[in-house]
């Protein structure tokens, strides 16, 4: 079964960094874009990034362009997150997904398999 697995979430100040990892099966990085959503209390869950198998293609929400920075290692079955300069707005449940169809897709029905997510709290 395919598995994939989060962490690197925490309480940090405004300001402050974090990288979130997502690990998983060697099967759900074969030939797969993938992507970070979140999703906090009372809110709908809304796209962060994407990446694609090889790397060469990453979208950001124009809410974290500049500041976040999505890579993958595809020998190790990791995608990472690295997130910078955060802010209160960006606290919530960050969760990582597979999409084994065409492209690099931005919207969450296109994604397959789903983590559990981590918290991610931005707070003084």
């Known amino acids: 079964q395919v598995q994939l697995v989060e962490s690197g979430g925490g309480l940090v100040q405004p300001g402050g960094s974090l990288r979130l990892s997502c690990a998983g099966s060697?099967?759900?990085?074969?030939?797969?874009?993938m992507g970070w959503f979140r999703q906090a209390p009372g809110k709908e869950r809304e796209f962060v990034s994407a990446?694609?198998?090889?790397?060469?293609?990453?979208r950001y929400a124009e809410s974290v362009k500049g500041r976040f920075t999505i890579s993958r290692d595809n020998a190790k079955n990791t995608v990472y997150l690295q997130m910078n300069s955060l802010k209160p707005d960006d606290t919530a449940v960050y969760t990582c997904?597979?999409?084994?169809?065409?492209?690099?897709?931005?919207?969450?029905?296109?994604?397959?398999?789903w983590g559990q997510g981590t918290q991610v709290t931005v707070s003084s």
């Open positions: 060697g099967r759900t990085f074969s030939s797969a874009a």
């Open positions: 990446i694609s198998w090889s790397g060469g293609t990453t």
């Open positions: 997904a597979t999409s084994t169809g065409d492209g690099v897709p931005q919207t969450w029905h296109e994604y397959d398999v």
